[in-house]
């Protein structure tokens, strides 16, 4: 888990949203449709600043296993389309693609259609997919908290590409929280690079290590390491967005 604020100027796009509904067409006339053919699905999209992280996980009537898909992108909005750019995917083909979206808002409901004139054979499918907002960008303050385990729980979800060092806000203070038994391939080699930069920007930094926690452990191991990490990640949030 990694927690980080910074400030942000909010606009009406910027926050968590979850995925209630869905529907891609393919050019052979078959369909995935969320509820539908489709059984189970857990979506979210996280529109931050300039990027975006969104992942689907979802279950077919027939399949035994989920199929995750996901996608860390640069992202533009200017009221009526939205632009997103891959910087990484669950599939290489996709990175350095760039789509387009008509996206509408309505009080809490996010509907996006798509993709643009000629993308579509990029993208494989048209697209309709409605989003409720699950967590808005508070205007004062800290203007928001990122959660990777929001995204990643229990889905194996990859860090989302961080900028270079020496162009980090060295007034944003951090929170890291490790598992020691989680099963996320290269954690620990992640884990260690970015902290060891951190100490050397001299970033405010704070790490616990959950020594007998698995990969979300917060709902996943229930001992009294858990209760205190999260009481002290509370009292993190408490001081920093008072």
């Given at each position: 888990m990694l927690l980080g604020c910074t400030d942000a100027t909010k606009n009406?796009?910027?926050?968590?949203?979850?995925?209630?509904?869905?529907?891609?067409n393919y050019p052979d006339s078959t369909f995935f449709e969320y509820p539908g053919?489709?059984?189970i699905c857990n979506g979210k999209m996280m529109l931050l600043d300039d990027?975006?992280?969104?992942y689907f996980r979802y279950k077919t009537n027939t399949d035994s296993v989920y199929t995750l898909e996901f996608g860390d992108m640069k992202y533009k909005f200017d009221g009526k389309i939205y632009q997103e750019t891959y910087l990484s995917a669950q599939d290489d083909k996709f990175i350095g693609q760039t789509f387009h979206y008509n996206v509408t808002i309505s009080n809490d409901t996010l509907t996006l259609t798509g993709p643009g004139d000629g993308e579509v054979d990029k993208l494989g499918c048209n697209v309709l997919e409605i989003f409720v907002r699950e967590w808005d960008i508070p205007q004062k303050g800290f203007k928001h908290i990122l959660t990777i385990d929001t995204?990643?729980?229990?889905?194996?979800?990859?860090?989302?590409?961080?900028?270079?060092?020496?162009?980090?806000?060295?007034?944003?203070?951090?929170?890291?929280?490790?598992?020691?038994?989680?099963?996320?391939?290269?954690?620990?080699?992640?884990?260690?690079?970015?902290?060891?930069?951190?100490?050397?920007?001299?970033?405010?930094?704070t790490l616990m290590?959950?020594?007998?926690?698995?990969?979300?452990?917060?709902?996943?191991?229930?001992?009294?390491?858990t209760r205190q990490i999260i009481k002290n990640t509370l009292e993190f949030w408490k001081f920093y967005l008072k």
């Open positions: 009406q796009i910027q926050g968590i949203w979850n995925l209630v509904y869905f529907k891609w053919n489709i059984k990027n975006s992280l969104w995204l990643s729980q229990n889905i194996g979800f990859v860090t989302p590409r961080l900028f270079e060092p020496t162009s980090w806000n060295k007034k944003v203070p951090i929170m890291m929280v490790h598992a020691g038994k989680d099963f996320v391939p290269h954690t620990n080699e992640s884990l260690t690079s970015f902290v060891s930069e951190a100490i050397v920007q001299n970033i405010p930094i290590i959950h020594s007998d926690g698995v990969h979300a452990f917060e709902i996943n191991t229930d001992n009294e390491s």
